[in-house]
């Protein structure tokens, strides 16, 4: 966009220097040439928004989004998907790369980069399967595949079962400084499993997952991160223990992160109630204990990144028992609301909440967004934190409904949503 | 014994793997050299009866070797390359492994130094039981064999038969653990090319992890003083491989920076697979050497490979045959020459042979008695007298 616009009389925060003030935003060519108090009225600009008070953050950062795009797209396209996120404030996304096929080659990740200029509204960035087909045995072409344009590479929601290849994968990604996420599950202990296990799946009548399931897979994944010096991102833990872990192991000298669905912060396993689909997700809803003890990570500023964990599936998969129904939950609009409700509820200060969808993120992957300074690209949310709402699944924009949001009451609205200086989405 | 008769005088390996790309003019006439020198080294002797690895070496076993190594050189490039050092005696080619090039090497050393040359290959993976190795070490030693060449895809095979036999052992590459001849022959076509090793760059590059040519190379080229670099992929990386008194590089560029030498490995088609590496094509453009990669060395830098090459996979083709910068044919010709030094060193060294019946033979101290074709004053070729 050229030309210069100013956002004047907003709340200006970036979680990035801890900045919370009265201010605005100077744009400049879809990059950001000013922040702070002294952008008012009185600034010389050709388009000039009031924001009347709203507040305004770089926009988020999701790392954890599936479409069905290619290969299932009645569930959610990368256009319909950039859609939601447009609506949700998330000004960037990375996709998954368990689609049909797999994005595990140079020319699928080049696809998903073209299809997304053509089509996305939001910006979009591919992931690589960590394993040819992500069958668990051959290691895909990492390096050729992260010049290609992929930021990091995962085996989505199939583990790399055996070690020995996990081994060899971290030390060959390592020779690339290449970013390692595993989802750490043991399939031996989650199969067929619909929820936390424990009392209240015991009195559903339902399969629970062990917490073990995750902590076995969890130990491995560090201590393999720790022997061949990769870079790990533990994708979406769950429990308190793990992220005991996971700081345990960074104090050590891990080059580890991780990151928490936010479903993971808002509900607990006594949320799937009535054996809700929705709610059928994995890693599942924990223990009200594990629910607090990961609010209080993201307040230490020891969870790197929240993720939405996007996974949208059509009814035909959820409107079954829930032991047969898909798991996966649409997650892009209503991640930063959730995490705005959080904040209302007084759970957790509003800049650790955002910090973990922007700066945390980007410094993850070393984008230049995710940040309100002179020369970052102006990906910026402007939300109304307090303005109450009822999720109804049907004003998603996203092809699937499949939200656990949906009926629930939710704190904080996206305002208005821009992408290099681009208005987006702006709530009618 | 008839020279002339060796099958390998007119064999077509002779015209393929020993035509170095540019040798220097024949001598005027093509009797081998004069022979001088005291053969047994006055100044130093050679103190080892086995060559297992380079490791256990020092700087004076190695230059022993090497200059004996370039006076075979000269003789090797005469028409008439016989040597009578090893007249009588029996050298035993004890291939488990299949080999062309190394076993032709020591298979043509012997017969140039006049030794009675068998080689048996016994190429099957299954010979890898102990005790039937054991057995073999055993029959073949009571048949008497002065010199035993042996490569085993077990590392450590070859120290194993070495304590059961009485005869020199020489290790032509066991497992993953050393290739003794290759790093010599390396340093001679280094020490000849570009001068002294000390302060050479030297970079070694590719399968590190499964190469017992990189471990020998690395001791060999540090005992002589040179910066050796590896570089490869982690999972080509050996644990523990900074200790080895090298640098580890992960980026071939970084790694080249500088170097005088470079040497490439050899892929096994197996590692591409997807467990060590993704695919041949990821591998050639990370760490295969061509052109752009090869600019970052020295402009002068030479390019050695222990072959047989993969073309495309580690190397481009057109730095491999590359007229003034390859010494990979010339690595060919040194490897005979090297290992002519290597038999006629441990030859030296046996212990007398108290019950000898058939195998008389001198223990070859010099002062031999055998004469070879148009020798005048002695079998062998004496390092010069410093």
Not at chain 2, 213 to 230: D, H, K, P, T
Not at chain 2, 346 to 357: C, D, F, M, R
Not at chain 2, 359 to 375: F, N
Request: charged share 25%.
């Amino acid at each position: 966009m050229t030309g210069r616009t100013a956002i004047c009389n907003a709340r200006v925060i970036d979680p990035a220097t801890g900045r919370d003030e009265k201010g605005g935003i100077l744009i400049e060519n879809g990059i950001i040439a000013d922040v702070g108090a002294a952008i008012g009225k009185a600034t010389i600009a050709d388009v000039k928004i009031d924001a009347h008070g709203k507040t305004l953050a770089p926009g988020l950062i999701d790392l954890r989004v599936k479409t069905g795009e290619p290969g299932a797209e009645n569930k959610e396209t990368l256009e319909t998907a950039s859609e939601a996120a447009a609506a949700g404030g998330v000004t960037t996304f990375v996709v998954m790369p368990d689609t049909d096929p797999v994005i595990d080659s140079v020319a699928l990740v080049d696809f998903i980069k073209r299809r997304a200029d053509g089509v996305a509204k939001v910006k979009v960035h591919p992931t690589g399967g960590l394993t040819v087909n992500l069958d668990g045995q051959k290691m895909s072409e990492l390096g050729l595949i992260q010049e290609a344009g992929a930021v990091f590479f995962t085996n989505g929601d199939k583990p790399v079962e055996d070690a020995g290849v996990l081994r060899r994968i971290m030390q060959y990604a390592a020779s690339f400084n290449a970013l390692v996420a595993s989802r750490p599950d043991t399939p031996a202990l989650s199969k067929n499993t619909v929820m936390n296990a424990g009392a209240f799946a015991a009195r559903l009548g339902l399969r629970g997952t062990p917490l073990e399931a995750e902590w076995i897979a969890l130990e491995r994944d560090l201590m393999l991160a720790e022997t061949t010096g990769a870079r790990l991102l533990v994708d979406c833990l769950s429990t308190g223990r793990s992220l005991k872990a996971v700081e345990r192991a960074r104090k050590a000298g891990v080059k580890v992160s991780c990151s928490v669905a936010v479903y993971s912060l808002f509900f607990n396993e006594l949320d799937v109630g009535d054996y809700l689909t929705y709610c059928k997700v994995q890693p599942p809803f924990r223990s009200e204990e594990d629910r607090a003890a990961l609010i209080d990570g993201l307040k230490r500023g020891a969870i790197d990144a929240v993720v939405s964990a996007h996974d949208p599936q059509p009814p035909e998969d959820k409107r079954l028992p829930i032991a047969e129904a898909a798991f996966g939950a649409v997650g892009l609009e209503t991640l930063l609301p959730a995490l705005l409700s959080l904040v209302a509820r007084d759970e957790v200060p509003l800049l650790a909440a955002l910090k973990a969808v922007t700066s945390g993120p980007a410094d993850l992957l070393g984008l230049p967004q995710g940040r309100l300074q002179k020369g970052a690209p102006a990906d910026l949310v402007l939300f109304d934190p307090a303005a109450p709402w009822a999720c109804d699944r049907d004003d998603l924009s996203s092809r699937s409904k499949n939200s656990p949001f949906d009926g629930r009451k939710l704190e904080g609205k996206v305002l208005r949503t821009w992408v290099n200086g681009a208005t987006v989405f702006e709530r009618g | 014994m008839t020279p002339h008769t060796s099958p390998f005088c007119h064999s077509p390996i002779r015209a393929t793997l020993f035509t170095p790309p540019a040798l220097p003019p024949r001598s005027a006439c093509d009797m081998p050299p004069e022979i001088t020198g005291d053969p047994s080294m006055a100044d130093y002797a050679f103190p080892h009866r086995h060559l297992l690895g380079i490791e256990g070496l020092n700087r004076l076993d190695i230059e022993t070797l090497l200059e004996l190594g370039d006076k075979y050189v000269e003789l090797n490039r005469q028409r008439v390359k016989h040597a009578g050092t090893l007249n009588g005696q029996t050298l035993v080619n004890l291939f488990f492994e299949n080999s062309t090039r190394t076993q032709g090497s020591f298979e043509i050393a012997g017969r140039r130094l006049g030794a009675d040359v068998v080689t048996m290959p016994i190429a099957t993976s299954s010979v890898k039981k102990g005790e039937t190795l054991i057995d073999t070490a055993m029959t073949l030693n009571a048949m008497r064999p002065d010199l035993l060449v042996i490569r085993h895809p077990s590392s450590g095979a070859v120290k194993l038969l070495s304590r059961k036999v009485d005869c020199a052992v020489i290790n032509a590459g066991d497992g993953t653990h050393e290739h003794p001849t290759q790093a010599l022959l390396d340093a001679l076509t280094i020490r000849r090319r570009v001068g002294d090793i000390g302060g050479l760059k030297i970079a070694i590059c590719g399968d590190i992890l499964h190469s017992r040519v990189a471990r020998s190379n690395v001791a060999c080229l540090n005992i002589l003083g040179a910066e050796v670099r590896l570089i490869a992929p982690r999972t080509l990386t050996p644990p523990g491989a900074a200790d080895w008194g090298a640098k580890i590089f992960t980026d071939m560029r970084a790694g080249l920076k500088g170097c005088d030498v470079v040497m490439m490995l050899r892929l096994q088609q197996e590692r591409m697979d997807g467990a060590y590496l993704p695919s041949a094509r990821e591998y050639f453009h990370f760490w295969g050497l061509d052109e752009e990669k090869l600019s970052h060395a020295k402009p002068t830098a030479f390019v050695m490979h222990p072959g047989p090459m993969n073309r495309g996979v580690e190397i481009e083709s057109g730095i491999a045959d590359h007229k003034t910068r390859s010494l990979i044919t010339e690595q060919v010709e040194m490897g005979v020459a090297v290992r002519m030094a290597v038999l006629e060193t441990l030859a030296k060294n046996a212990p007398e042979i108290g019950l000898a019946t058939g195998t008389a033979t001198a223990t070859a101290t010099g002062t031999a008695t055998g004469t070879t074709t148009g020798t005048t004053t002695g079998p062998g070729i004496g390092v010069k007298t410093r």
